[in-house]
């Protein structure tokens, strides 16, 4: 038969743009579908404008300190209005990139929505587009929990739209997207309380790095409500009445649900052709990303695997490379890096504590506690936190974890050690960078007892 395309894509986004530009470099003809804009939600919706919301409230930090330098800055305040303004356009500038890439790498853009037909065919509004292989990249989507008033809440992508502050907000949930935007609005201004069911905040993070990040978070003025979910919410004047399982209420101008994501599948016509999922919707893939019908691959969060948008584009293109160039590539995702951009700053790589104790490993484990530099002038009490976990013996080091002043960018090359099998001598043969404190990672030496 002969098909359209050799690979059809649906959805635009970080997995689906960099899988379908890959394909297209080695020959065959690829097509991409979207429905919204390109870009997908890394781009468009999460990781980059909530990073750009993130710097901008970040000056709030430095404004804060720099009495302590020597500075006096009166009258500074933040308009909120226009830092929207800003990433709005910048939005707009990082979408007209991915369109620029995908024309010049050659890929068909297809606007509208796609459903899959039979195993070779997607119908996208009247028009039927034939392909010999599909792969389906199209992510996850916010989810609301089920209770009486949840059409009143917002989720992460109109938080990061609002184009007014509310004085109070209410945030249910305790994981990634719950505490980074609790950083945010507590930063830009806002009241915030984080009701969560949970005793601490970022289940499945190593314990002491949840410990560490929940009384950080309480020292920075958020109230932590732990222990608790919301029962319901109603309208009260322009306000939003928060009622919790506990009994209390609390009123506030806006209230967000960041109490998880589902793979976007609704829809998809998986179920015409066959292809598996699972509880919560997520197509099921092998250790080569192909599901249960032959010719169709899925990538990214629309798997629930590691929703991360690296993991996303790395599996992408790895299907790119497997199918188009010869070089058969399977993402192993056992150790990768992932940050928090709380405040302060989360980064971790390889296996929590618990984690290892799970797998069997005996350990040693090397922490460490201490004010950054920065902040024994400007008088900021918070403290960085950080971690080794290393299996004992072997002495390689398993996990490392940060909570800190860019906790991010030292973890990712704290990532290549770990990928490469580095153990706790070579760390300690490593010479430090001073004064920094990454140094802190090659300097550990007393073993926690």
């Not at 990532?415 to 010479?431: E, H, M, N, P, S």
Request: proline share 4%; charged share 20%.
């Amino acid at each position: 038969m002969a098909y359209e395309f050799d690979l059809l894509t649906i959805g635009a986004g970080s997995g689906g743009v960099a899988g379908s530009r890959r394909a297209a470099a080695y020959g065959p003809r690829v097509g991409i579908i979207e429905e919204a804009r390109i870009g997908g939600t890394c781009v468009l919706r999460g990781c980059v404008p909530k990073k750009l919301l993130i710097y901008g409230v970040d000056i709030a930090d430095t404004l804060a300190d720099a009495a302590g330098f020597g500075w006096s800055i009166d009258g500074a305040s933040l308009d909120w209005r226009k830092l929207i303004a800003a990433k709005d356009n910048e939005l707009d500038r990082l979408h007209g990139i991915y369109v620029s890439m995908l024309d010049k790498a050659g890929v068909a853009r297809i606007e509208g929505r796609g459903v899959l037909v039979d195993p070779h065919t997607v119908q996208v509004g009247d028009r039927r587009v034939t392909a010999e292989r599909i792969l389906i990249a199209t992510g996850g989507w916010p989810t609301v929990p089920d209770i009486p008033g949840k059409e009143l809440m917002i989720t992460s992508n109109e938080a990061l739209d609002l184009k007014n502050l509310p004085e109070r907000i209410v945030i249910y949930g305790a994981g990634y997207i719950a505490v980074e935007f609790a950083g945010i609005f507590r930063a830009a201004g806002c009241t915030v309380d984080l009701v969560f069911r949970g005793d601490q905040v970022l289940r499945g993070f190593d314990g002491e790095v949840r410990a560490h990040l929940t009384d950080s978070l309480a020292a920075r003025g958020i109230n932590l409500l732990p222990g608790r979910t919301i029962a319901s919410v109603a309208e009260e004047g322009a306000a939003r009445r928060v009622t919790l399982s506990d009994g209390s209420v609390i009123l506030a101008g806006q209230v967000m649900a960041a109490t998880g994501r589902a793979p976007n599948t609704k829809g998809l016509g998986l179920e015409a052709v066959g292809v598996q999922t699972g509880a919560q919707g997520e197509i099921i893939v092998d250790n080569w990303s192909r599901t249960s019908v032959p010719s169709i691959y899925a990538v990214g969060d629309v798997t629930n695997r590691f929703n991360l948008t690296p993991v996303a584009i790395a599996e992408a293109r790895a299907v790119a490379e497997t199918l188009y160039n010869q070089n058969p590539m399977s993402v192993f995702e056992n150790i990768v890096p992932t940050a928090v951009f709380s405040r302060p700053e989360v980064g971790t790589v390889g296996l929590s504590e618990e984690a290892a104790l799970a797998a069997s490993h005996t350990l040693d484990i090397y922490t460490t506690r201490f004010r950054p530099m920065k902040n024994t002038i400007s008088g900021r009490a918070e403290r960085t936190f950080m971690k080794l976990v290393v299996d004992q013996p072997s002495q390689r080091v398993l996990g490392a974890h940060m909570v800190g002043p860019d906790a991010a960018e030292i973890v990712q090359g704290l990532a290549v050690a770990l990928t490469c099998g580095a153990t706790k001598q070579q760390f300690d043969r490593t010479i430090g960078l001073h004064p920094s404190a990454a140094e802190e990672f090659v300097t550990l030496r007393d073993k926690r007892t």
